[in-house]
């Protein structure tokens, strides 16, 4: 009922900079929360980047805190994830969560595919 599109990813040098984008098409009536996640290997976790909910202060890892900053344009349905002062320790799958809601169904969690972030010298 919803897709997320991500985009943004690539290869950068740490230090660097990029920013995810993470669209939300689809039949819904109200976008809740939106997140990002990421996951470094196929044997670890999904770990949570950072999250918000509306109305509430956005929540980060200790590990990207000062460095990403999530936002969000509710009227273009998309969320953003800046990240600033790459390190290697980024390099990651990152995914977008976006937890919405229709006329027809209730909230409920929708993920994209994944974007590959890559941080190199």
């Known amino acids: 009922q919803v897709q997320l599109a991500e985009s943004g990813g690539g290869v950068v040098q740490p230090g660097g900079s990029l920013r995810l984008a993470c669209a939300a098409s689809?039949?819904?009536?109200?976008?809740?929360?939106m997140a990002w996640f990421r996951q470094t290997s196929p044997e670890a976790s999904r770990e949570l980047v950072a999250?918000?909910?509306?109305?509430?202060?956005?929540r980060y890892a200790d590990s990207v805190k000062g460095r990403f900053t999530l936002s969000r344009d509710d009227a273009k349905n998309t969320h953003y994830l800046q990240m600033n002062n790459l390190e290697p320790a980024d390099t990651a799958v990152y995914y977008c969560?976006?937890?919405?809601?229709?006329?027809?169904?209730?909230?409920?969690?929708?993920w994209g595919r994944g974007i590959q972030v890559t941080v190199s010298s």
């Open positions: 969560k976006t937890v919405a809601s229709g006329t027809d169904y209730p909230r409920t969690q929708f």
């Open positions: 689809g039949s819904f009536s109200s976008v809740h929360t």
């Open positions: 999250s918000n909910t509306p109305g509430a202060n956005t």
